[in-house]
C-alpha cells in the first residue's frame, strides 16, 4: 500500500511538471508571437470569371493591422493608433469584393504598368509607337482599362522578425493593355514594428517598355468615413510641381509653388487651398498634380511629405525614392459609392499621396524616364509612417 501510494505521487509530480512545461511553452509561444506579429491568410472570394483572391491580415505587437487582398494588391483596411491608442481604419475601401471589381476608383490598389496619365493614350520607344487604352478620354489612366489594380496576384506571407508582411508577384504578358514586354513585377507590403507600412517594388522586363508603379490609398487620419480632410495639416517637400491642361497632362513647366495654392513648404490646412480660384484648381476641381520633391542626390528613401489630423493626433510621413507625389483630393466621389463605414464617399473625404514618377514621362523628354531594359531591374520604395502627437 505504502509503495503504491509513492508510485501515485511520483505520477502526479511528473504529469504536474509536463503540464507546467506545457502552460510555459504555450506562454512563450504566445509572447513570442505577440512580439513578432503575425500574418493570417484567408479566403476572401472570387471574381466574377472565378478566379479565387485570398485576404492576408497582418498585425504587429502594437496592435496595428493591414488587411491586403490579392485582387489587385488592395489595401483594405490599415487600422493604427490614436493618441489614446485606439484604432480606426484610416483608408476607405469596400465591403465586398464585387464592389472592387465594379465600383473601385482605383481605392487602395497596386497601379500599372503606368501610375497617372499618359497623353492621348501613345508613346513611341525607339520610333514604334505603342497605342492604349483612352480610359480617362482622351488619355490613359493608371495602367488602362484592366490595370494592375483588376488582376489578381500570388501572395505568399513574409515575417522578418517584428515585421510581418505578404509578397504579391504578377507576370503581365507582353503587349497586356498595349504595353511592350513581358513584365514580372514583385510588390512587398511590410508592416513593421515601427506602425510602417513599407512598400517595395520590383520588376524586370524582356523589352523595353515604360513603368511607373504607385499605391492609390485614399486617407483620413481622422478615420474613415470621418468626413472630409480639409482640416488636415499637409507639408510637402516640394518647391515646384507640374501645371497640367484641360485634360489633367503636364503642359512641361516645372512651375515654382511659391505664391500659389501649391506651396506646402511650411505646413497648412488642405482646405486653405483646395477652392482656390486659380486655373490649375478650378482644372483639376481641387488638387490632382504631380509635386516635384526635393530629391538627395543620391535618390536614396527620403521624407516627402506629412500629413497631420489634430483631434486623432495622428501623423502620417511618407517616406519615397520617387521624384514625384501625386496629391489627389478624391475629387470625383460624388455621394453615389458606399463604403466599408456604412456612409456615402463625398468629394474631399480623403487624399491620395501617390509617389511616383511624372504624368505623361514617355512623352516629356524633360522629365526623369520611366524606361526600363532588359537586364535592369526596376526598383522603389515608398513607406507610410504612422505615429501620434
Not at 493591422?65 to 475601401?93: C, F, M, W
Not at 514580372?184 to 523589352?207: M, Q
Not at 483646395?274 to 490632382?288: K, P
Not at 474631399?348 to 524606361?371: K, M, R, V, Y
Request: a negative charge; one cysteine or more.
Amino acid at each position: 500500500m505504502i509503495a503504491s501510494s509513492r508510485i501515485l505521487r511520483k505520477m502526479v509530480t511528473a504529469a504536474t511538471v509536463v503540464t507546467a512545461l506545457v502552460l510555459v511553452s504555450n506562454l512563450i509561444s504566445i509572447r513570442a508571437q505577440a512580439q513578432s506579429g503575425s500574418v493570417v491568410k484567408q479566403a476572401y472570394g472570387t471574381t466574377a470569371d472565378g478566379v479565387a483572391v485570398d485576404e492576408y491580415t497582418l498585425t504587429n505587437a502594437a496592435g496595428a493591422e493591414v488587411k491586403i487582398i490579392t485582387y489587385g494588391g488592395i489595401v483594405t483596411s490599415l487600422k493604427v493608433p490614436d493618441r489614446h491608442g485606439q484604432l480606426a481604419n484610416v483608408v476607405l475601401g469596400f465591403k465586398t469584393l464585387a464592389d472592387y471589381e465594379t465600383k473601385n476608383p482605383y481605392f487602395g490598389g497596386i497601379i500599372g504598368r503606368y501610375g497617372n496619365r499618359i497623353a492621348n493614350g501613345k508613346f513611341s520607344i525607339d520610333g514604334t509607337e505603342y497605342t492604349l487604352a483612352a480610359n480617362n478620354a482622351p488619355n490613359s489612366l493608371h495602367g488602362g482599362t484592366k490595370g494592375f489594380d483588376k488582376r489578381v496576384w500570388t501572395g505568399k506571407e513574409v515575417q522578418d522578425g517584428g515585421n510581418v508582411g505578404v509578397e504579391l508577384t504578377y507576370l503581365s504578358p507582353d503587349g497586356e493593355e498595349g504595353y511592350p514586354g513581358n513584365l514580372s513585377v514583385k510588390v512587398v507590403y511590410t508592416l513593421t514594428a515601427a506602425n510602417e507600412l513599407r512598400i517595395d517594388y520590383s520588376a524586370t522586363t524582356d523589352k523595353t517598355t515604360v513603368v511607373n508603379l504607385t499605391n492609390h490609398s485614399y486617407f483620413n487620419l481622422a478615420g474613415n468615413g470621418a468626413g472630409a480632410i480639409y482640416d488636415h495639416l499637409l507639408w510637402v517637400d516640394a518647391d515646384k510641381y507640374t501645371p497640367v491642361d484641360a485634360t489633367l497632362i503636364p503642359t512641361g513647366e516645372l512651375a515654382s509653388v511659391e505664391g500659389t495654392p501649391f506651396d506646402f513648404r511650411a505646413a497648412k490646412t488642405i482646405g486653405s487651398g483646395v477652392r482656390s480660384s486659380s486655373e490649375q484648381m478650378v482644372l483639376g476641381r481641387g488638387y490632382d498634380h504631380n509635386f516635384v520633391l526635393n530629391r538627395p542626390a543620391d535618390n536614396s528613401l527620403a521624407l516627402a511629405a506629412r500629413l497631420y489630423e489634430a483631434n486623432s493626433g495622428r501623423t502620417m510621413e511618407v517616406w519615397t525614392m520617387e521624384p514625384g507625389v501625386q496629391i489627389y483630393t478624391a475629387n470625383f466621389l460624388d455621394g453615389t459609392l458606399v463604403g466599408s463605414s456604412g456612409g456615402m464617399y463625398r468629394q474631399g473625404d480623403a487624399i491620395c499621396l501617390e509617389t511616383q514618377h511624372f504624368p505623361d514621362s514617355p512623352n516629356q523628354a524633360d522629365f526623369p524616364s520611366t524606361l526600363l531594359n532588359p537586364g535592369e531591374t526596376y526598383q522603389t520604395t515608398t513607406i507610410y509612417k504612422f505615429t501620434t502627437d
